[in-house]
């Protein structure tokens, strides 16, 4: 899951990024769910950037999180069951979205439920989904958020989901930031003047010009091995 504290040093270099999920909080908040996907290889900095979008609005939405993990891609609703974790924690109205004694729920009920509780939680206060590490999500809780998805109509809520690029299994959310309302937002890597700045900001140094950029070179020949 997320790591809800504050990291020890601000983002750096992603303030279009930042942008792009400020306007989708926007629209939600008149009425209008959205969806962004973000996209990028592992380490480029997506836990990062969700981390910063979090801590940014937490005084003004319900956040809610979740990530996929390896481990857990066969635990059925493995990634739904962490959103509700969250909501409980949070006194959001989820106490009726799917039970765990008996037999397993189907996937299209269990979206139908998450439909239902963010009608309800986005009544109080706009909400904020967030989810990390999609690549590794379990099948029923993408089937799930995908069927959700497509029938949000006037919920105040954004959905943000983070995943490395061409994974198959996320081939229903990728389709649907071809709507108004969903965008996928591909994340490279830093340029050598944000490299530089990020280090002074980390680090206390300065490497200069010509050495940030062989070292965005060298970076960027790793991320296309």
């Not at 629209?27 to 910063?52: F, N, T, W």
């Not at 958020?145 to 081939?171: H, M, W």
Request: aromatic share 4%.
């Amino acid at each position: 899951m997320l790591d809800a504290q504050p990291s020890a040093h601000p983002l750096v270099g992603r303030d279009d990024e930042l942008m792009v999920l400020e306007r989708a909080l926007g629209a939600a908040v008149e009425g209008q769910p959205q969806l962004v996907v973000v996209e990028g290889a592992a380490g480029i900095g997506k836990s990062a950037l969700l981390r910063a979008f979090a801590r940014s609005v937490a005084d003004r939405v319900t956040v809610l999180r979740a990530s996929g993990d390896e481990g857990e891609q066969h635990l059925d609703f493995g990634l739904i069951e962490q959103l509700h974790a969250d909501g409980e924690a949070s006194d959001v109205p989820v106490m009726t979205m799917f039970g765990r004694s008996g037999p397993r729920p189907d996937p299209l009920d269990v979206g139908a439920d998450l439909v239902r509780v963010a009608t309800e939680a986005s009544a109080f206060l706009p909400v904020v989904a967030i989810i990390d590490d999609a690549q590794w999500a379990d099948q029923a809780s993408i089937q799930a958020l995908t069927y959700a998805l497509r029938r949000f109509r006037n919920q105040r809520l954004v959905v943000v989901i983070a995943g490395r690029p061409d994974v198959s299994a996320l081939a229903p959310l990728t389709r649907l930031c071809q709507d108004e309302r969903g965008r996928c937002l591909p994340l490279g890597g830093l340029a050598a003047p944000q490299l530089d700045a990020l280090l002074r900001t980390a680090r206390g140094i300065s490497i200069g010009e010509r050495a940030a950029q062989r070292l965005f070179d060298h970076t960027l020949s790793l991320i296309h091995i």
